[in-house]
T-cell receptor, first 111, second 115 residues
């Protein structure tokens, strides 16, 4: 099935650095979601975006819903070791409908 | 927050046997639940949409007779992998959406290993 184009595929950074990752799609989504998945666990919702152009923060995390509704980015500021994990973007066409996931970004934070 | 549980968290079975995985919404009702499969180092792939009181909707390429889904109540959906084979070994994850919201909350996943 369709997947979103998520980049980068992996990142290796030093503790304290800022991180940015993004997702793009050839089609429009009306909701963008960002999840974090730790090994052996299910994804945990970080941020949900519902309006084009919307910029939303959750602690050190900031995400934006692209104005064209075909992209979104996630920023993590001042990274810490517990930020390690896989980050997935997901797009949703209509309320309550299926999610389409990106390929994931594996984040490694070196202390 | 909305909590979704799965049972078992891991299971090992012999080839040819059937395995049932439960997905429960603990503090909300969910008319729709979703079942995903995730292979190592890959993203989540939707298998089917489980609708309470009606038949599940399967994604293309997913065998409905092999992956039986039952959504008998507003808080429980089950996925049964019938006649499991080693290639069915994977991480199975369910999700559910509380009524009135647009957010999907995921269960902790079930690791299935077929010997």
């Amino acid at each position: 099935g369709q997947q979103l184009n998520q980049s980068p595929q992996s990142m290796f950074i030093q503790e304290g650095e800022d991180v940015s990752m993004n997702c793009t799609s050839s089609s429009i989504f009306n909701t963008w979601l960002w999840y974090k998945q730790d090994p052996g666990e299910g994804p945990v919702l970080l941020i949900a975006l519902y309006k084009a152009g919307e910029l939303t923060s959750n602690g050190r995390l900031t995400a934006q819903f692209g104005i064209t509704r075909k992209d979104s980015f996630l920023n993590i500021s001042a990274s810490i070791p517990s930020d390690v994990g896989i980050y997935f973007c997901a797009g949703q066409k209509t309320s309550g409908s299926r999610l389409t996931f990106g390929e994931g970004t594996q984040l490694t934070v070196n202390p | 927050g909305a909590v979704v549980s799965q049972h078992p968290s891991w299971v090992i079975c012999k080839s040819g046997t059937s395995v049932k995985i439960e997905c429960r919404s603990l503090d909300f009702q969910a008319t729709t639940m979703f079942w995903y499969r995730q292979f190592p180092k890959q993203s989540l792939m939707l298998m089917a949409t489980s609708n309470e009181g009606s038949k599940a909707t399967y994604e293309q390429g997913v065998e409905k007779d092999k992956f039986l889904i039952n959504h008998a109540s507003l808080t429980l959906s089950t996925l049964t992998v019938t006649s499991a084979h080693p290639e069915d070994s994977s991480f199975y994850i369910c999700s559910a959406t509380p009524g009135g919201t647009n957010e999907q909350f995921f269960g902790p996943g079930t690791r299935l290993t077929v010997l």
